[in-house]
């Protein structure tokens, strides 16, 4: 069985450019959940949804950042425009039942140059 | 309130027990984890626990929970170089209906010494 994966692992973009990340979790799995780490600090939750629909995006940093997951299968995470403080890993993640065993994709890393 | 803490490092030699400890402040955990993340690599669930529970032993994990001084550790036996990386204590918030974000503490750099 395949796992959740991310594109790109990496990604360098000068500051106030577009980024769009994408995850794609485990077949199956109907929750999806992004978070990251950036530079020296504690891996974040961002936000989590349960098919397409956004069950809850406390964790989103401010309105540059856009999530979505049409048709409840991947989901991607734009984050226009990008700014310094937005360089980090960016993971995502799935699981089948709410909340437990969310397994984890390798990440993305953003650098904003 | 949301906070996880841990020890940044460890050091142990091949063969030795390895225990990373944690704490935890949200009273409200339902479950709580260890995950690793080897260098370059993503996150990988190495064992959850129930609040419920007090130990739990799988190989050469366990995993003891102490709910009323909120304190979770792993114990690692016979440790070894393939051991090496960060481990990260998490719990998880929120009822059944309600939130289900994980929180991850700052992680426990592993090194193990030949």
């Known amino acids: 069985e395949a796992g959740v994966t991310q594109f790109p692992s990496h990604s360098v973009i000068e500051k106030g450019q577009t980024v769009t990340l994408r995850c794609d979790p485990i077949?199956?799995?109907?929750?999806l959940y992004w978070y990251r780490r950036v530079m020296g600090k504690e891996i974040k939750f961002l936000l989590h949804?349960?098919?397409?629909?956004?069950?809850?995006e406390s964790g989103m940093p401010n309105n540059r950042f856009l999530a979505e997951r049409t048709g409840g299968t991947y989901s991607t995470l734009k984050v226009q425009p990008a700014e310094l403080e937005d360089s980090g890993v960016y993971f995502c993640?799935?699981?089948?039942?709410?909340?437990?065993?969310?397994?984890f994709g390798p990440g993305t890393r953003l650098t904003v140059t | 309130g949301e906070d996880v803490e841990q020890s940044l490092f460890l050091s142990v030699r091949e063969g030795d027990s390895s225990v990373i400890n944690c704490t935890y402040t949200?009273?409200?955990?339902?479950?709580l984890y260890w995950y690793k993340q080897e260098p370059g690599a993503g996150l990988q669930l190495l064992t959850y626990?129930?609040?419920?529970?007090d130990m739990k032993q799988d190989q050469r994990l366990t995993v003891l929970l102490n709910k009323k001084d909120k304190h979770l550790s792993l114990r690692i036996a016979d440790t070894q170089t393939g051991d090496s990386a960060i481990y990260f204590c998490?719990?998880?918030?929120?009822?059944?209906?309600?939130?289900?974000?994980?929180?991850f503490g700052p992680g426990t750099s592993l090194s193990v010494i030949p």
């Open positions: 949804f349960v098919k397409e629909s956004k069950q809850d």
């Open positions: 949200d009273s409200s955990s339902t479950y």
């Open positions: 993640a799935s699981s089948q039942v709410r909340g437990l065993e969310q397994y």
């Open positions: 077949s199956g799995h109907d929750n």
């Open positions: 998490a719990e998880i918030i929120g009822e059944e209906t309600s939130y289900d974000k994980v929180i």
């Open positions: 626990i129930f609040s419920n529970m």
